[in-house]
């Protein structure tokens, strides 16, 4: 071999450098796996044998622990790379060269850069040089084989996991509050607290049916939820942290808490860059679905329950027929209103008007689909109104039983959250009696344990009194929040529902709730009246005729007598000149604002009152240039006498326009040469301009 190499290796290959590229795909191998490293830089012996001098073997190493799958993040097999485009190396040298990347495509671009730069190839199995056919071919096998090895290892392995997960087998990390036990089996943690504390989290849950709302009653009751790390010197211990709504959601779609086990929930893939990208699957993709595996905190219809709100809340969500939940703004029927026309779920719309904020119950999904206009819009403040009223006759008999589940569920949620938080007293007082236990224990001799036992107990302590002090706070906070006097006033209150209906301090979200506690859903049809179907929860129904309403428009309408005013004012004034007599006697528009000549207009148009142009005509008065042709003289003249008095006439708006009276039997006529300030004869039209000396022409 020695001989045939010897013909390959020349001295234009001798005068570069020798690399010597040495790689390990994972870190363990790098750790067990010495005796091939060993093997790797034996070959820097082979090297020197074949005329390098030791010196000039330069090692390339850095890709120790980076898998060779590919060439992005391998800055030494980049480096390689380059070197050998640069022309510097004389010869590459590997333990199996095609290892040195486990991609054909980064292999096949380093044989055709050594072919180009006549660069050698070594590997334990001879020499080669890429620019002869035959060594290339070789080398291109073994590129081939090795990522065919590479793709069946990686088969081999996935095949064995896919077994195992379609078995249920497959160990897989478990969300905090399930465990494994020492058979394997999944069990609920077998910490008292844990457990309370996702049972507590899925009863908020399913009481707040959002997710938003269940971290809001975390913050609000100032609970903690339980992790338990997964890595890390710590691992296994647990922590209890802040409640975040991405926790919120992950905990509400994991099906392992309805006790299933679940595989290939995600599908990975690799980005160009070596990135790998994660997509979440519909379930019905997902690869395995055990339902009943182990023991879990919801049942699976719950889950899918869980999984329905959660779509419904997501207000992105393409599904229109969505009942959604309460959430702020004052429209009581919020996601409970049908379209009676076409069957779609109505949404809202807000306006503000002089009371305040008023609600449209739309429909207009297939109005935005086909870009028509919305398929009904109904103002919404009388239907609420109606429906408040409805509810307040209609639930007389139900009321005590409405109230006492409010009162029990307040008193409930309140008792539910003292106990856990007394849990976390309880536990900080367990692990600082831990703490002195071992501290007593340790011979006082071992300073250096005893210290830091010393500290831990003294950590722990703190710990406990902040959580008691904490206890303290919101059971005081708590105590507040429903004391005797406003436990009774509450109580009161739920006996009555009217009042509590009417009760101005009674928050709108909590009156939507309400509704959405009686009602199923309401349709609404706008035809001649209003028509409201109101069924409720249980199955009865009840049918509302209201008049159509006045819409947001007619809501402002101007009143009549003003209407009337300004009819009357027209045949005698301007936009403008009404607007300031109508301000002078302090009246307001429609929607309460002084009056401006818009304003005029819109009223004279909104009510089709006649213009004053149209009334000055039919009085028989003329155009400009209606009277410049009976008088023969130009349309100027008629101007410039008409400022002078000589012609009257009467403006017809706020632009100086005017239409003329008729001059009668004896018309001005142009007299050159005389002032035509001393032939004024209607002195009330004197222009407020500046007055200018001017002659007939
Ligand atoms: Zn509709």
């Not at 380093?110 to 730069?117: N, Q, R």
């Not at 040089?129 to 290339?136: G, I, K, L, T, Y």
């Not at 009602?519 to 609404?524: A, I, K, R, S």
């Amino acid at each position: 071999m020695m001989a045939e190499a010897g013909q390959k290796v020349k001295a234009v290959h001798l005068k570069r450098d020798a690399y010597l590229y040495i790689r390990q795909s994972t870190l363990r191998q790098v750790f067990e796996n010495t005796e091939s490293t060993k093997r790797q830089y034996a070959l820097r012996q082979r090297a020197v044998a074949l005329g390098w001098s030791a010196e000039r073997v330069i090692v390339i190493d850095s890709d120790l622990g980076k898998s060779g799958s590919t060439a992005t993040n391998r800055h030494g097999f980049q480096r390689l790379v380059a070197e050998v485009g640069m022309g510097r190396a004389g010869i590459v040298m590997g333990l199996e060269v095609s290892r040195l990347a486990r991609n054909s495509t980064d292999w096949h671009r380093l044989l055709e850069i050594c072919a180009l730069t006549d660069t050698l190839i070594l590997d334990e199995d001879g020499i080669y040089d890429p620019s002869h056919f035959n060594d290339r071919l070789l080398l291109g096998l073994k590129g081939t084989m090795s990522e065919a090895e590479l793709h069946v290892l990686r088969m081999r392995l996935q095949g064995g996991i896919m077994n195992k997960a379609r078995r249920g087998e497959l160990k897989m990390p478990l969300p905090t509050g399930l465990v494994y036990e020492a058979d394997d089996r999944v069990v609920l943690d077998r910490d008292k607290q844990v457990q309370e504390s996702i049972r507590f989290f899925f009863e908020t849950f399913r009481r707040t049916g959002a997710a938003s709302a269940t971290v809001k009653a975390y913050r609000e009751a100032g609970l903690l939820f339980p992790r338990r790390l997964r890595k890390g010197p710590h691992k296994g211990d647990l922590v209890w942290t802040n409640l975040y709504h991405w926790r919120a959601l992950q905990v509400l779609h994991n099906p392992r808490y309805a006790g299933t086990f679940v595989f290939g929930r995600r599908r990975t893939r690799k980005a160009p860059d070596g990135r790998t990208i994660y997509k979440s699957l519909p379930q019905e993709e997902w690869h395995t679905v055990l339902p009943e595996s182990h023991e879990g905190y919801i049942s699976m219809e719950q889950y899918q329950e869980n999984q329905r709100r959660l779509r419904e809340n997501a207000q992105t969500y393409g599904l229109d027929r969505r009942k959604s939940p309460p959430r702020e703004g004052p429209a009581l029927l919020q996601g409970l209103v049908i379209c009676g026309i076409c069957g779609d779920r109505m949404t809202v719309r807000y306006h503000v008007r002089k009371p305040g904020i008023v609600p449209n119950y739309m429909c207009q999904r297939r109005g935005i689909e086909s870009a028509k206009g919305p398929c009904q819009r109904i103002p919404g403040a009388g239907i609420d109104k109606a429906i408040g009223e409805l509810l307040v006759e209609s639930m007389t008999p139900l009321t005590l039983e409405v109230a006492l589940s409010v009162q029990e569920e307040i008193q409930r949620r309140l008792d539910e959250a003292d106990r856990l938080r007394n849990q976390r007293v309880e536990r900080a007082r367990y692990e600082a009696e831990m703490a002195r236990r071992r501290y007593m224990k340790v011979d006082p001799d071992n300073r250096l344990v005893a210290d830091s036992l010393e500290a831990d107990w003294n950590n722990k302590l703190r710990v406990l009194t902040q959580a008691q002090e904490e206890y303290e706070r919101q059971r005081e906070a708590d105590r507040i929040a429903l004391d005797e006097k406003k436990r009774a006033e509450v109580l009161a209150l739920a006996k009555d529902f009217p009042r509590l209906w009417h009760e101005p301090k009674t928050p709108q979200r909590e009156r939507k709730r309400m509704v959405r506690l009686m009602l199923e859903d309401v349709t609404l049809i706008k035809r001649e009246k209003i028509t409201v179907h109101v069924r409720f929860k249980g199955g009865a129904a009840k049918t509302l005729t209201l008049p159509k309403p006045l819409s947001g428009v007619e809501a402002k309408r101007t009143s009549p007598q003003v209407v009337a005013e300004i009819d009357q004012l027209l045949d005698h004034y301007t936009h403008a000149q009404i607007a300031a007599i109508l301000n002078q006697r302090d009246l307001l528009s429609g929607d309460g604002k002084h009056f401006h000549y818009l304003i005029v207009r819109k009223v004279r148009l909104a009510y089709g009152l006649k213009s004053r142009y149209d009334r000055l005509q039919e009085a028989g008065m003329l155009t400009r240039d209606e009277i410049a042709g009976m008088l023969k003289v130009s349309t100027s003249t008629v101007k410039r006498w008409r400022r002078h008095g000589l012609l009257r006439a009467h403006a017809y708006n706020d632009r100086n326009e005017y239409l003329y009276e008729h001059p009668g039997e004896s018309p001005p006529v142009k007299i050159p040469g005389r002032k035509l300030s001393c032939r004024r004869r209607f002195a009330e039209f004197v222009p407020n301009q500046p007055q200018e000396v001017q002659y007939e022409a």
